[in-house]
């Protein structure tokens, strides 16, 4: 499984959404058909947690690769209020023997003006 590192940066107080192809290391589409997923921001790896990502299979067998949309909604983006970049990963997993990670990296906040 090929694990993305990307730097998400996300605007307080409004919906953040982001649909990611999951493929293997050579390219090939991945299915992850039955498999669900969850995804962390925190301040630093292992410390506090900071929001929990929604995570969808929203197209398991897509040719392109498992489609995945991860999701804030703007309640959790609202309460965001940080300095510098903070850090989350996403993963997908089948019970409780298959866990890959589709996605890493740091995350930073645009402050929000209009509330």
Do not use: C, H
């Not at 499984?1 to 991945?30: R, S």
């Not at 929203?58 to 510098?84: C, M, N, R």
Request: aromatic share 10%.
């Amino acid at each position: 499984m090929l694990t993305t590192t990307e730097t998400l940066t996300i605007q307080q107080g409004a919906t953040f959404q982001k649909i990611v192809n999951v493929v293997d290391a050579d390219g090939a589409a991945v299915n992850l058909t039955g498999f669900l997923g969850r995804g962390q921001i925190r301040d630093t790896f292992g410390g506090t947690l900071t929001g929990s990502f929604t995570v969808t299979i929203t197209d398991p067998t897509d040719p392109l690769g498992a489609e995945v949309t991860i999701t804030l909604l703007p309640s959790v983006t609202a309460a965001f209020s940080w300095e510098g970049a903070y850090f989350y990963d996403i993963e997908v997993y089948s019970g409780v023997a298959i866990v890959y990670r589709i996605l890493q990296g740091r995350v930073l906040l645009s402050e929000e003006v209009t509330t």
